[in-house]
């Protein structure tokens, strides 16, 4: 399991492990797990920096203190650094910007008006990790200096903020990120890429785009959910030694270890109803297709046997002559293990809703299911119950607008499963799934890709979840290896090119052997 863990959980961690190590000795770990991954980006042999050009963003905090500590590293190797200092009053963490000036390392300001200039005197604040002192360039330059390192740069390092950022960049900031980000270097982001919000993935303004994320201690949540987790490019983690272990995890992300100890697998004594019915009320005469392609994920999530109800019935057997049809209402229509309800339903979507919400199995609403769904039918229910809505459907659902659930997702899922009393899958480019009381951890998809955004692919995914749980998962178990099975699927399927929603029900039975197999 990959997990992420809030602000405040990583700086008590911090904190607790400050008190045990000798001061600074955490940002000298960070550092050196910094300049250890920017040697190799570098493309070097171990021990060969010599001659790479690397410049560094400076802010005023410890973030800028990891990057100039890790500047200095690579000095004394050999590379030409150059720190600008970005801090609209020329601030920067004394130690670091002393030891990068000891290892030969020059220092230059940002492109502002400088009114005070302090001088730094030799040894100032030299291994200490207090807060940031006045400080102004040494070593000479000026804002266009910072422009000429820039564009000749091999490797940027992205100090401005970390953990402690407000909001999005500073404007006297974003002229320098831009150029950082037009001159072709590999563009490291450290902790965390600037003006990203590290615990809910929110981009509030100007951020960093980085090539590349160093990330210290434990994952953030921002790093993991979009947007903010597009601009953080690759992920490397440096292990501080932080205790997290007893605090649950703001977030965690199923590997495949996981989700392979997950899946329902029949057992000698098994027989098609053990192994649990899913029943499928999707499709109508004018959406045969979503019937389709809502059973042909369904046949592939571990239930025994899948029962269609609705209007769909032929095309159904058309495709799957394995399938039970019938066409009266869900409650007549037999003892299944879990119900899945909504894609493609016309207007009697109300009634067989009733009917399945009054049942005392699993259900999964997706689609034209959730369309005016009152809480309260949710919440008196038995049985767990699991939303799948797309960031409109949940926008409804929460009477907000559908921008504000894509920019702040890991709010909006928490904000809809307290709701409904549900568990919910909120879809889209990073797939969430929140337990019923919001509370952590919430789960991240780790699989999803954009080729999944076809039409048709969401029914597949209610089909497969709904399986999974007539199977006897957990409602969040079932919801987030299905969308795990689903993501490896889309891929696997699309193998870069598009693909239709039928290719990637086609490719799960491919994607679940391969977790399986480990
Ligand atoms: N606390 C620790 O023990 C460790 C911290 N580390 C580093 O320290 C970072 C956190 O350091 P800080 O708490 O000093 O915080 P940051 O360095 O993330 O940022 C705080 C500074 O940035 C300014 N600031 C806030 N929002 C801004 C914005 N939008 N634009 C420009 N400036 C802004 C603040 O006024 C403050 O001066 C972590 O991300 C990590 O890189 C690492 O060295 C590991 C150890
Ligand atoms: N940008 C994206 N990146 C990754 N997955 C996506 C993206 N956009 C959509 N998806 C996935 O594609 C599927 C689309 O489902 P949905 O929106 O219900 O469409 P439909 O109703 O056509 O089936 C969901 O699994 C969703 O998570
Ligand atoms: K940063």
Redesign the pocket.
Known sequence: MRTAYSVETV?NA?REL?ERLPEGA??Q???AGLAAACADLLGRAPGRVYGARVVLLV????????ALYAGARLARRGAGVTAVL??ARQ?AHPGGLAALMAAGGRVVTGPHEVHEVHEVHEGHGTGA?GP?APLAHAGGGTGSAAYVALHRAHLVMD????????????PE?VPLVRAAEASGAVLVA???P??VDADSGRVDGACVRADVTVT??AYKPGLLIDPAKERAGALRFVD?GLETAGTPADLEALQHADVAALLPVPAAESDKYRRGVVGVVAGSARYPGAAVLAVAGALHGGAGAVRYVGQGGDAVLARFPEVLVSGGAPADAGRVQSWVIGPGLDDRVKDARADVLASDVPVLLDADALAGLDPQEVRGRSAPTVLTPHAGEAARLLGVERAEVESGRLDSVRKLAVKYGATVLLKGSTTLVAPPDGGRPVRVNPTGTGWLATAGSGDVLSGLVGSLLAAGLAAVDAASVGAYLHGLAGRSAARGAPVGAGDVAGAVAGAWRGVGRG
């Open positions: 700086r911090e400050m955490l940002m770990r960070a550092a802010g005023a905090g410890d973030n800028g203190g990891d970005v801090d601030r990790d940031a100090a401005i903020t970390g953990i402690g950022g407000r909001g999005g960049l500073r900031a450290v902790d965390l600037s003006g210290f201690g501080l």
